[in-house]
């Protein structure tokens, strides 16, 4: 893996799109068929009907739609956890009118389900939402999702993202707050609340959670309320009865499915493997269910000729799948070191989908760690930047390159800062930054400007991830800038047992032993890093521990 980051991501079902400017279609428009819309039809239908929501007075910012207008009374319908705890909230409808919330108008649904509807009032006349009938979705059937992104230094506030999706599973037992609808679309914090759409431009759900990617994005495996869920507690507000009744059914493969991503997100990995195996043998062509049983046993249960059997089975099933040609290709790499394998299932991934961020970043992964194609890695970064502004991972890997391998330590900086901004509470580019920061002060001797500024983020790693080893390394660091080697030992060796980079254990390991005067084990640390840093082309490291040893 690429110093200080895991370079290559895997995904649950599926990562693509990203969040131009306006209204972003996600994909090539649908042809039109019979009793279906295009899918720039759907995204002016999904435009018109969802609104931005701000809670006054607090920071979090959510997504609704228009469920239904009655004289000048408009009632929005959203995720419970949007609304929160907030009383007061303001709605920007597609006008870019914005419109305050009716006091003590929020009714939250009962039994924990996340939904709630929350009214205003307005002398403009707004479309209101068809509703649809969930049961009609079946897995493979395309569907959208909009809903507006949360603010970060890339993307603006308030602006509305529309993406093509199809859907995993439809399952007909909920988990425990409302959740049973799964859907590959790629979505973004601040989505949550807006409408997902069938191909008639009919509201079929509501949007709501969203599983994560190592650098935090997430991965594409969503969840959504189907809308027949919110008719108990909708009907008393409503004068009309026009939501459609949920009929129960015999539990099918897509319960399984959806038991199988409640065991995994609760880590019990044998119980998630098993519900996989239930759905496969319910449903033997069930292609999402051998990719993510493929995931499983890759990532947590240590068998991977399986998950290569499994990712084999998905695309011998679903050959156009770019998700599981992704993965395959990181399990070739990582696994069965299959450079050639790996690149191959990239460029296959690439070639069927070419907005796919994820594809982009591996493949320069592999192009920067394995084949010192740094120009070529280049490249594939920053095509992944410019599909996913967001991609901590895309930013953190140009950063690593630019700073580790060509010695641009301004270019590395304006990386790792690009990648807190678009995450904030991701430890990757804080520490990266923090270790940079760290080592490049005038004089190694004292402290310096330079080490003053790693503290901050040194602590915000610590914070952030204070059980992995990047947390307990920031631990040591700021324990050897308090002049407590011995305790700054403790915590690079705890590092060192869960994997950590071996550079950085041995770069640190060695300031310790110096500060407790023991220059001859400061020494032996500092020349194994070296070692390393010449296999691996890392220049920057090289030419650091050449004037850490020159202290001595």
């Not at 009309?240 to 319960?255: E, S």
């Not at 915590?491 to 047992?497: D, G, H, K, L």
Request: include cysteine.
């Amino acid at each position: 893996m690429i110093k200080h980051a895991a370079g290559l991501l895997l995904g649950v079902l599926i990562v693509t799109g990203f969040s131009p400017p306006d209204l972003a279609i996600g994909k090539t428009p649908l042809a039109v068929r019979s009793g279906n819309k295009s899918a720039t039809v759907i995204g002016k239908i999904a435009k018109d009907i969802s609104v931005y929501i701000e809670t006054t007075g607090m920071q979090n910012t959510g997504s609704g739609v228009i469920l239904h207008r009655q004289g000048d009374l408009y009632t929005i319908l959203t995720a419970a956890h949007v609304i929160g705890k907030g009383q007061v909230f303001q709605f920007t409808t597609f006008d870019g009118q914005v419109h305050q919330s009716i006091d003590r108008s929020v009714r939250q649904a009962p039994n924990n389900l996340d939904l709630a509807t929350v009214q205003f009032r307005s002398s403009k006349s707004y479309p209101v939402a068809q509703l649809g009938k969930s049961q009609s979705l079946s897995a493979g059937m395309e569907i959208y999702v909009a809903g507006f992104p949360a603010q970060t230094t890339v993307i603006r506030s308030g602006i509305l993202n529309f993406t093509k999706g199809t859907v995993t599973a439809n399952a007909s037992k909920a988990n425990n707050q409302g959740y049973s609808l799964i859907y590959s679309n790629a979505t973004l914090p601040g989505m949550s609340g807006g409408p997902v759409l069938n191909e008639r431009g009919e509201v079929v759900a509501i949007h709501g959670q969203g599983d994560r990617a190592a650098d935090g994005q997430k991965t594409g495996f969503n969840l959504g309320i189907v809308i027949e869920k919110c008719r108990p507690f909708a009907d008393e507000i409503l004068a009309v009865r026009q939501l459609p009744v949920l009929n129960n059914r015999n539990p099918q493969a897509d319960d399984y499915f959806l038991a199988a991503s409640e065991s995994y997100e609760a880590g019990n990995y044998p119980q998630a493997a098993a519900n996989y195996n239930q759905a496969i043998k319910l449903n033997p062509q069930y292609a999402e269910a051998y990719n993510n049983r493929g995931n499983l046993r890759y990532q947590h249960l240590n068998n991977a000729t399986g998950a290569l059997a499994d990712y084999n089975k998905a695309i011998a099933l679903r050959p156009n799948s770019t998700l599981t040609y992704v993965n395959r290709g990181g399990l070739r790499a990582d696994k069965f070191n299959d450079i050639s394998g790996a690149i191959a299932d990239f460029d296959k991934s690439i070639a069927l989908d070419d907005q796919d961020y994820l594809a982009y970043n591996n493949r320069g992964y592999l192009k920067d760690a394995k084949l010192n194609d740094l120009a070529g890695a280049i490249i594939d970064y920053d095509r992944a930047i410019a599909l996913n502004p967001r991609s901590v991972l895309a930013y953190n890997n140009r950063g690593n390159l630019n700073y580790h391998k060509l010695g641009n330590k301004e270019v590395a900086i304006a990386d790792y800062t690009q990648a807190i901004s678009a995450n904030a509470r991701s430890p990757i580019a804080y520490y990266n930054r923090g270790d940079l920061y760290y080592f490049e002060g005038d004089s190694l001797r004292e402290r310096s400007a330079s080490r003053a500024a790693a503290l901050p983020d040194l602590l915000n790693v610590a914070e952030l991830n204070p059980k992995g080893w990047t947390g307990l390394i920031a631990k040591g660091a700021i324990a050897l800038d308090q002049g407590q080697a011995t305790a700054a030992l403790n915590y690079f060796n705890r590092a060192a047992s869960l994997g950590a980079d071996p550079i950085d254990y041995h770069k640190y390991r060695g300031l310790a032993y110096k500060q407790l005067g023991k220059k001859s084990a400061a020494i032996a640390e500092w020349q194994k890093a070296r070692v390393i840093s010449n296999q691996l082309g890392y220049h920057k490291d090289k030419s650091i521990i050449h004037k850490l040893m020159k202290l001595i």
